[in-house]
């Protein structure tokens, strides 16, 4: 088993950054590759980006390319998402999940474990 707590969401205005964390506790951060997700309102859950066990690997949604990145401390068993330009489209609850991973790959499905989500508002 393994427990995610996101924080750092809030209300920024559009233009502005913010940085999202994800704590991990339970079994070894390291054998997870993680990922961001996000779900506004009135929509499905759409794949951010993930990040592969060890950190040399990233892969983004095409929409948050060149503005988000995603990183990881695997010392802390943390992972962040530091949002730059955002724009009021990127407004979402946000969730980082976990999934357990033999290789040093990429996921971007299938996610086993799932935070409660941090709320991003980006005002116009």
């Known amino acids: 088993q393994v427990q995610l707590v996101e924080s750092g969401g809030g209300l920024v205005q559009a233009g502005g950054s913010l940085r999202l964390s994800c704590a991990a506790s339970g079994r070894p951060f390291s054998w997870y590759a993680m990922g961001w997700f996000r779900q506004a309102p009135g929509k499905e859950r759409e794949f951010v980006a993930t990040?592969?066990?060890?950190?040399?690997?990233?892969y983004y949604t095409d929409s948050v390319k060149g503005r988000f990145t995603i990183a990881r401390d695997n010392a802390k068993s943390t992972v962040y998402l530091q949002m730059n330009s955002l724009k009021p489209e990127d407004t979402a609850v946000y969730y980082c999940?976990?999934?357990?991973?033999?290789?040093?790959?990429?996921?971007?499905?299938?996610?086993?474990?799932w935070g409660q989500g941090t709320q991003v508002t980006v005002s116009s």
């Open positions: 999940a976990a999934k357990s991973a033999i290789w040093d790959v990429i996921v971007t499905a299938e996610y086993e474990y």
């Open positions: 990040i592969s066990r060890s950190g040399l690997n990233t």
